[in-house]
């Protein structure tokens, strides 16, 4: 999901903005994303510890992490720090 | 012109004039580092807050970084803040200029120009402002003490309107002006007070959802200035420069406001022209250097010589308009530039005012002059011969040399 941007006439100025950085998400110009392969995966949560961005949210509810795509900037420490190479990134 | 409120005359020289008009501006926060030709404003202003003249806090920095820094932080908690510098002093300042211009923070800052090292000088030219240019204040050049006493107090109401949030800049030429002691006619305080008026904010939406006046409150906290990543960073820019846009408007009003009270306008706050509409030959140039021109066109006049001057008051926003406009029956032109800007097709004012002509119907002959680098004396003499190289331009019908260095020992 991609969130509206605003024309430079409905923004405030100077970076004034709602919910602060919320409304400037990181997703819309990476190039690469992370894709997770459900099959190896081992919920070891080392993924949501190591993202810069916080973009990999624990679920409890469901027993299972989410990726953020909307803040996500494609960094690829994620995959890096996966014990399990379960998290590939793949271009967008 | 006849001014409707009683004023005083004080002998001022340029920097005091400024000092006295930031006093009467009802300033809450100065944060100043002295740097020549600027002290003396510094100084002043020091004075009035020790004798309890003015209730201001007075921040002494370690540098004009800080300087700026603790003026930007004022100015967007809702204060009215204002600063002084001059030369390596505004170098320093650069990165602060840009982000007091990125968070329209409505700072006025009074720039005693002089000129940038090496080699080490501190007399006057334009080196240092025309540096800054670029960096998103308006930059207001004045010619005399009087026009710096009124620019300032227009500075704040121009910098403070809700279409504009953008810092100023006020130059005057450093010893020329800043030095050198004049008549200066002064408002009363409640006058410029009524002026100034309190500062007005624009309403923005908050972290909370909430609207709220655009300036840093605990109770109501914003986030202002952090971060805009490249998917928004080029709409606050441009957001800037349609508030320059609205500038040449507002400075104009302000400029017709003032009239009103004190009787003195500076042609229409953007350009003075002097005998500029049926000029065949014009000099267009910034700051002191008009006053000689001026005495010098009289005496033309007088000779029978149609020559004219265009002061460029207002460089940032330019008024490309208003120079075409004025320029129009101009056949040979002459821009003076202050400053260098090495290795491009003559000065900077040359550049903009031969480029604000190429969309022009007519095109008049245009050449550059390079002078007073360094606080060079320019006299009544040279701007004479530039007027008779203007003259003679016309006689050949073209340019010869375009940029030529005035004053220079060859």
Known sequence: MTAKEKSWKEISPAGVCWKSSTQFLTGDWKTYKPVRDLEKCTRCLLCVLFCPDGAIHWKPEKGDIEFDYNFCKGCGICANECPAKAIEMKLE | ???VVKQEVLALNGD???AFAAKQSDVDVVAAYPITPQTIIVE??????ANGEVETEFVCTE????????????????ARAFTASASAGLAL????LFVTSG???????????RALSAPLNIHGDHSDTMTERDSGWIQIYVENAQEAYDSVIQAFKIAENTDVLLPVIVGLDGFTLSHTLENVHVLSDDAVKRFVGTRKFINVTNHEGRTVPFKLDPDNPTSMGPIALPNYYFEFKRQQEEAMKNALKVIQDVNKEYAEISGRSYGDGLVDAYYVEDAE??????????GTVKAVVDELRAEGVKAGLLRIRTFRPLPVERIVDTLKNAKAVAVMDRSMSFGGNGGPV??????ALYDADKHPYIVNYIYGLGGRDTSPMQIRKIYEDLQKILRIKRVETRVQYLGLRE
């Open chain 2, 350 to 355: 040359f550049h903009e005012v031969r480029h």
């Open chain 2, 103 to 113: 968070c329209r923070a409505p700072v006025v800052m009074a720039i005693a120009n």
């Open chain 2, 281 to 290: 030959v014009a000099i267009v140039c910034l700051g002191s250097t008009a």
């Open chain 2, 93 to 96: 300042m650069h990165e602060m």
């Open chain 2, 44 to 49: 002043r202003f020091s004075e009035y807050v």
């Open chain 2, 1 to 3: 012109m006849k001014s």
């Open chain 2, 16 to 18: 005091e004039a400024v």
């Open chain 2, 63 to 78: 540098s004009e970084h800080s300087a700026l820094t603790a003026c930007l932080a004022a100015s967007v908690t809702g």
